[in-house]
């Protein structure tokens, strides 16, 4: 089974930015689509984006868009979660995720379509 590791968490500032990284290892990454996620203590895990298993088709959560870009480079076995004008409420341990279908057509945004899930990187911005 794939082993995912988020990296790249911190502690910023409102308007301040990170980029968070998923090294996958173990596993087929070049043909799964690949998936963000959040969560805050006492609530449910969150949708932040998602990006088609060859790369180009993205598809972002409302509360993101504009702000947060997804990529992947196949060749390192890494996808990347770029987060720009961040706010406090953007404030969560983040997650990259394994879609458990191959080559899929469309991408999904719900959590039960991953199969393989990282151990998370905490995110904090501060007012």
């Known amino acids: 089974q794939v082993q995912l590791a988020e990296s790249g968490g911190g502690l910023v500032q409102a308007g301040g930015s990170l980029r968070l990284s998923c090294a996958a290892s173990?596993?087929?990454?070049?043909?799964?689509?690949m998936g963000w996620f959040r969560q805050t203590p006492g609530k449910e895990r969150e949708f932040v984006a998602a990006i088609r298993w060859s790369g180009g088709s993205t598809y972002y959560a409302d509360s993101v868009k504009g702000r947060f870009t997804i990529s992947r480079e196949n060749a390192e076995n890494t996808v990347y979660l770029q987060m720009n004008n961040l706010k406090p409420e953007d404030t969560a341990v983040y997650y990259c995720?394994?879609?458990?279908?191959?080559?899929?057509?469309?991408?999904?945004?719900?959590?039960?379509?991953?199969?393989?899930w990282g151990q998370g990187t905490q995110v904090t911005v501060s007012s």
């Open positions: 173990g596993g087929t990454f070049s043909t799964r689509a």
């Open positions: 995720a394994r879609d458990r279908r191959v080559r899929p057509e469309h991408i999904s945004r719900w959590h039960g379509q991953y199969d393989s």
